[in-house]
């Protein structure tokens, strides 16, 4: 396509990512980081790959004080990492449950444990690390000199404000989605089950230039919906029935996460209302999404509208979060989130209310914070509800 943006990054932006993180350890008097998962590698790296998907065999990134990453890596994965900018791979014959990797580790990290250097391990809410125990506990015995330090905080700062080559491809997704949602009125119609409808959008997503679609969920019942996680079943959709479909469709590893919602055949009342008042809380979200102001603010300013039907507060626990190389990131647009917003964050606004007999219903667009305000990723859903089918 014309407008596509180029796929991956040029070594200038990686090499930008990590004095950026180099900053900062300094900052922190940190050696280096260790990493293992696969956002945090590639965002260093480029190395993109969907064998992430098969958790047999450990990944690992050293990012040093100075200097560039070094990789150590299965000999499996050489091949693909030779074609970043990285230049230290270090490779094992994996998987080798006996010495994944733990051995190379030692080799490279032990003249920090001489030195009781302090090491960058990202240890707090939203990370884990993606190796044995049992194989990280050999390897902190093996480096006893070591100490690791928490380092989510930095990692957060690094990806949450996006650079202008990140948001073009977060863009890029969230226009294709919107021409996959398009299609939906021409897709859906009563009788047809809910399961197939999940493959007839997935299709068109991909016909309209997604990599992948690896995340759609939704619901649909009648008057409303009741959750929006379960796996899509064989019931036929109905007139009366609410539907909604969420999509995390991808593009050159980046996400978009939005959704919308239809009413086949008509709609009753009060879901016409809780559509009406989910719009104006996006619209509250979006208006107050500027630098400076907090998460919990850009919460609280949906939650007065929602509060219109629905006086719990948000019982899913937030209004939206961050986006971008994975379907959620940080931050939490949430109560006990008081991340202050900066300019290149990409967030969903995406308030929900329960109404009815135990219904509910979610509303998500995808924004960018700009010196100005935010600015919409997503093509902005009409203030009605949507009649289909």
Same mark, same amino acid.
């Given at each position: 396509?014309?407008?596509?943006?180029?796929?991956?990054?040029?070594?200038?932006?990686?090499?930008?990512?990590?004095?950026?993180?180099?900053?900062?350890?300094?900052?922190?008097?940190?050696?280096?980081?260790?990493?293992?998962?696969?956002?945090? #590698?590639?965002?260093?790296?480029?190395?993109?790959?969907?064998?992430?998907?098969?958790?047999?065999?450990? @990944?690992?990134?050293?990012?040093?004080?100075?200097?560039?990453?070094?990789?150590?890596?299965?000999? #499996?994965?050489?091949?693909?990492?030779?074609?970043?900018?990285?230049?230290?791979?270090?490779?094992?014959?994996?998987?080798?449950?006996?010495?994944?990797? #733990?051995?190379?580790?030692?080799?490279?990290?032990?003249?920090?444990?001489?030195?009781?250097?302090?090491?960058?391990?990202?240890?707090?809410?939203?990370?884990?690390?993606?190796?044995?125990?049992?194989?990280?506990?050999?390897?902190?015995?093996?480096?006893?000199?070591?100490?690791?330090?928490?380092?989510?905080?930095?990692?957060?700062?690094?990806?949450?404000?996006?650079?202008?080559?990140? #948001?073009?491809?977060?863009?890029?997704?969230?226009?294709?989605?919107?021409?996959?949602?398009?299609?939906?009125?021409?897709?859906?119609?009563?009788?047809?089950?809910?399961?197939?409808?999940?493959?007839?959008?997935?299709?068109?997503?991909?016909?309209?230039?997604?990599?992948?679609?690896? +995340?759609?969920?939704?619901?649909?019942?009648?008057?409303?919906?009741?959750?929006?996680?379960?796996?899509?079943?064989?019931?036929?959709?109905?007139?009366?029935?609410?539907?909604?479909?969420?999509?995390?469709?991808?593009?050159?590893? +980046?996400?978009?996460?939005?959704?919308?919602?239809?009413?086949?055949?008509?709609?009753?009342?009060?879901?016409?209302?809780?559509?009406?008042?989910?719009?104006?809380?996006?619209?509250?979200?979006?208006?107050?999404?500027?630098?400076?102001?907090?998460?919990?603010?850009?919460?609280?300013?949906?939650?007065?509208?929602?509060?219109?039907?629905?006086?719990?507060?948000?019982?899913?626990?937030?209004?939206?979060?961050?986006?971008?190389?994975?379907?959620?990131? @940080?931050?939490?647009?949430?109560?006990?989130?008081?991340?202050?917003?900066?300019?290149?964050?990409?967030?969903?606004?995406?308030?929900?209310?329960? +109404?009815?007999?135990?219904?509910?219903?979610?509303?998500?667009?995808?924004?960018?914070?700009?010196?100005?305000?935010?600015?919409?990723?997503?093509?902005?859903?009409?203030?009605?509800?949507?009649?289909?089918?």
């Amino acid at each position: 396509m014309a407008d596509q943006p180029e796929r991956g990054f040029p070594a200038e932006e990686f090499a930008a990512r990590t004095a950026r993180a180099q900053a900062l350890m300094a900052e922190k008097d940190l050696a280096g980081l260790f990493l293992t998962t696969e956002a945090e #590698i590639r965002y260093f790296t480029g190395f993109h790959t969907l064998f992430w998907q098969s958790p047999t065999r450990p @990944w690992f990134l050293f990012v040093p004080a100075e200097g560039k990453p070094v990789a150590v890596i299965p000999e #499996i994965g050489a091949a693909l990492m030779r074609r970043t900018w990285i230049e230290d791979i270090r490779t094992w014959s994996a998987p080798a449950p006996e010495d994944d990797g #733990i051995s190379l580790l030692v080799d490279l990290l032990s003249p920090l444990a001489a030195k009781g250097a302090r090491l960058g391990v990202p240890e707090g809410h939203e990370t884990h690390l993606r190796m044995p125990l049992g194989d990280h506990e050999r390897l902190l015995k093996a480096l006893a000199g070591l100490q690791p330090v928490d380092c989510t905080d930095l990692i957060r700062r690094l990806r949450m404000v996006k650079s202008e080559a990140e #948001i073009a491809k977060i863009a890029h997704i969230c226009a294709i989605g919107a021409r996959a949602f398009a299609r939906v009125p021409r897709l859906a119609k009563a009788g047809q089950p809910l399961e197939e409808l999940f493959r007839e959008f997935r299709r068109a997503a991909l016909a309209e230039g997604a990599d992948d679609v690896p +995340y759609l969920v939704g619901g649909a019942d009648r008057g409303g919906y009741h959750d929006v996680i379960s796996p899509p079943s064989r019931r036929p959709l109905r007139a009366g029935d609410i539907l909604m479909l969420d999509t995390g469709a991808s593009w050159d590893g +980046y996400f978009c996460d939005f959704d919308r919602n239809f009413a086949v055949g008509g709609a009753d009342d009060l879901s016409r209302r809780a559509h009406e008042v989910l719009w104006r809380a996006t619209e509250a979200g979006i208006a107050a999404a500027k630098p400076g102001a907090t998460c919990r603010e850009v919460f609280d300013a949906m939650r007065r509208v929602t509060a219109e039907m629905d006086g719990s507060g948000g019982d899913v626990g937030r209004f939206g979060h961050g986006l971008g190389m994975q379907l959620t990131e @940080w931050p939490s647009l949430a109560a006990f989130d008081e991340t202050v917003l900066e300019e290149g964050m990409v967030l969903t606004i995406e308030p929900s209310l329960s +109404y009815g007999d135990g219904r509910i219903m979610v509303h998500e667009e995808n924004v960018v914070v700009r010196a100005g305000g935010a600015e919409l990723l997503t093509v902005r859903a009409a203030p009605e509800l949507e009649v289909i089918g």
